[in-house]
């Protein structure tokens, strides 16, 4: 780990921490991450950066749980089990914070681009490119008018609907690292076709994330169609 790649970290855990207090006393704080009440008031009011073992244990540990319970707050469900997670996607600061707790904790390695679908899933990926310093692309299901050369991923759900993607073609290079991220995984079918278009462009998949998992069939059939790791932030039970 570089220099850049230390502070990066440094302000990361930063961040956490005065996410956690804005709910929390020193005391209660101190409770959940073990670290002194002191300490973390210097950390909080910017008097002082943590260690880069304590800044790794409050990004990848408590940062991931907090993050996590957080997202699990704001979800709601309605009678038929859809999910409503617009109190999430739509809070890019919130989207800011889980990208480098996901990218430690799930160890992603850096990717070039980072690929995901519209329009739920923007906001995510503008997120994680941002954290990792790499472009942003996402797949539509209609094509653009000025765009001459797509790559095109198509499946026929068991519902009987056709669903296909649409990305243009020069978004990927051949051999670029792609980073494959949604808002959500349930059946995984989504995810499944934003993998073809990486396969398509002969690209190199270094993971698939998602923010909430609603079920284990999705993260299970992401699994068995890459090596790379496979990851939520939170899983609700599907029923």
């Known amino acids: 780990m570089n220099r850049a790649e230390k502070a990066a970290l440094q302000l990361q855990a930063v961040a956490v921490l005065r996410m956690l207090k804005e709910t929390r006393t020193y005391d209660e704080l101190e409770s959940l991450t073990d670290l002194p009440a002191g300490d973390l008031n210097r950390y909080v009011n910017g008097h002082v950066l943590p260690g880069i073992e304590r800044a790794r244990e409050v990004v990848e540990g408590v940062g991931r749980d907090a993050l996590a319970a957080e997202l699990e707050a704001r979800v709601e469900f309605d009678d038929e089990g859809y999910v409503d997670n617009s109190g999430i996607v739509f809070d890019q600061s919130f989207l800011d914070l889980v990208a480098p707790v996901a990218a430690n904790a799930l160890g992603f390695e850096r990717p070039d681009v980072v690929l995901t679908a519209a329009t739920d899933g923007i906001t995510l990926g503008a997120a994680m490119a941002g954290?990792?310093?790499?472009?942003?692309?996402?797949?539509?299901?209609?094509?653009?008018t000025a765009v001459e050369e797509f790559i095109e991923s198509r499946q026929?759900?068991?519902?009987?609907?056709?669903?296909?993607?649409?990305l243009p073609a020069r978004a990927i290079s051949r051999g670029e690292r792609?980073?494959?991220?949604?808002?959500l995984i349930r059946s995984g079918e989504t995810q499944e076709l934003l993998l073809d278009i990486a396969t398509q462009a002969d690209a190199e998949v270094s993971g698939v994330f998602?923010?909430?998992?609603?079920?284990?069939?999705?993260?299970?059939?992401?699994?068995?169609?890459?090596?790379?790791?496979?990851?939520?932030?939170?899983?609700?039970?599907?029923?």
């Open 156 to 166: 026929r759900l068991a519902s009987g609907i056709e669903l296909t993607y649409y």
């Open 131 to 144: 954290y990792f310093d790499a472009r942003v692309a996402y797949a539509k299901k209609s094509k653009e």
């Open 210 to 239: 998602a923010l909430i998992a609603v079920g284990d069939e999705g993260i299970e059939r992401a699994r068995d169609l890459t090596d790379a790791p496979v990851g939520a932030l939170s899983t609700f039970d599907a029923e």
């Open 178 to 183: 792609v980073l494959v991220v949604d808002d």
